[in-house]
């Protein structure tokens, strides 16, 4: 509350310059509205939505400065770019914020002067925090909150029901494939993994950096070196032999949310996926499913070079104010308050979702089982582990839903990906 108090105190300024200057002001001149525009990357109904207006009522109350909410959803990725170029009023948006930081960039405001006056920074993940920075040249533009780990999830009874226990959690690559093995022929008629189209790049990302290390592989990527990495084909047959043997669903990979929903339908055991997909899942199928989680398996020899489980895929979603804003503070203040303090702790409770201010150490239920695994990583991948990196990620995508749908072969995959960006 302190810090929005100084957006109160400047309008009381003005009207107190004005009344001593006795400017006369008649009933239809009156003060412009203060006014935030915010362009916000969730649907309406969703319940990241609830938490938010909640927040801007308070705002608003506490400060008399209102908060124009549009709801753009995930088209917000191509539409604040637009939108601004042709000089719309925004003044604050969210996004992944890895996204926001590599490819808006050029919109945002350094918010380092804003965050020191109220110790800001003191409440954000400190891994969270350094990569922000390191994409900003050592300048913070963006404000995470909602963060995210990506691993394993599987549904608890159905592991049980395949004759599996807490020992058969895999720690390798071989081991996953052994537990798959056993699923798929257990009498259960349980498909041992699914996902859905628009995750494919997981598979493929945590696979190859297993192998080589995110460094490297973001190296291949931008020099476009598939077929000088041999490790780049490995993982690509290692991904599509998941398909090919049957331990994918037949749906996989799927139309979102339809894979994922598997898992709560009792079809699927397992999914690689964020972790908002419990909640997701919940949400869709209406079923209440004990969560596991673990990360994604390391290889089995651990050589030099090679990251182990504890390299781990996590991030988070991300204010950001706009350069051209003249409500950067006031801006600052409202994202402020959804990621720290009671709001933080809101969105914790209704989304399920990891704290974003590291003062609320309290993780829901749901997702409960991946919190030692975040404690404990090593290593930080960002999203596909880099696979986003290039000029050419959707062409990347579409490769990929060609391979894990088996139209074509590994080595297919890696020559047309080796032609890319020439």
């Not at 608890?156 to 959690?169: H, N, V």
């Not at 052994?178 to 696979?207: E, F, H």
């Not at 089995?300 to 503070?329: E, L, P």
Request: one cysteine or more.
């Amino acid at each position: 509350m302190k810090r929005w108090k100084k957006a109160t105190a400047g309008i009381c300024c003005v009207i107190s310059v004005l009344t001593s200057c006795e400017i006369s002001v008649s009933a239809e001149e009156e003060i412009p509205e203060q006014k935030i525009v915010y362009w916000s990357m969730w649907e309406e109904e969703e319940p990241q939505a609830e938490v938010i207006e909640d927040a801007a009522m308070a705002f608003e109350e506490a400060t008399g400065i209102s908060v124009e909410i549009q709801w753009k959803g995930r088209e917000i990725t191509s539409l604040i770019g637009p939108a601004l170029d042709a000089g719309e009023q925004i003044d604050l948006f969210d996004d992944d914020y890895q996204r926001m930081s590599q490819d808006h960039s050029i919109y945002l405001a350094e918010l380092e002067e804003m965050a020191d006056t109220v110790d800001y920074e003191e409440h954000v993940m400190p891994v969270l925090l350094d990569q922000a920075k390191e994409w900003g040249n050592g300048e913070l533009y963006v404000m995470p909150y909602q963060p995210y780990i990506v691993g394993v999830w599987y549904n608890k009874e159905l592991w049980e029901e395949a004759g599996l226990t807490e020992r058969d959690i895999p720690g390798t690559w071989e081991h996953l494939i052994r537990v798959c093995r056993k699923i798929r022929n257990s009498d259960t008629g349980l498909y041992p993994m699914t996902c859905d189209a628009r995750y494919v790049d997981l598979l493929y990302g945590y696979q190859l950096a297993r192998y080589v290390g995110q460094s490297k592989m973001k190296n291949m990527i931008k020099n476009c070196t598939w077929s000088q990495m041999p490790e780049a084909l490995k993982a690509a047959k290692d991904i599509r032999m998941l398909f090919f043997a049957g331990y994918m669903s037949r749906q996989a990979p799927a139309e979102w949310p339809q894979g994922q929903n598997e898992v709560g339908d009792g079809e699927a055991v397992m999914v690689l996926q964020g972790s908002w997909a419990p909640n997701e899942v919940t949400e869709y199928t209406g079923t209440d499913v004990k969560w596991g989680f673990f990360p994604w398996p390391a290889l089995k020899d651990g050589k030099k070079g090679k990251d182990g489980a504890k390299a781990v895929m996590a991030g988070a979603q991300g204010f950001g104010i706009t350069k051209n804003s003249h409500m950067k503070q006031e801006s600052f203040d409202f994202a402020s308050s959804i990621c720290t303090g009671e709001f933080d702790v809101e969105m914790t409770e209704k989304v399920h979702s990891i704290p974003a201010d590291r003062d609320n150490t309290l993780w829901p239920e749901m997702i409960a089982d991946a919190k030692p695994y975040m404690d404990e990583m090593d290593g930080l991948y960002m999203w596909a582990a880099g696979l986003e990196e290039g000029d050419y990620r959707e062409e990347i995508q579409s490769e990929l839903l060609k391979l894990t749908g088996l139209e074509e072969t590994s080595e297919e995959f890696i020559a047309h990906l080796d032609q890319m960006n020439r």
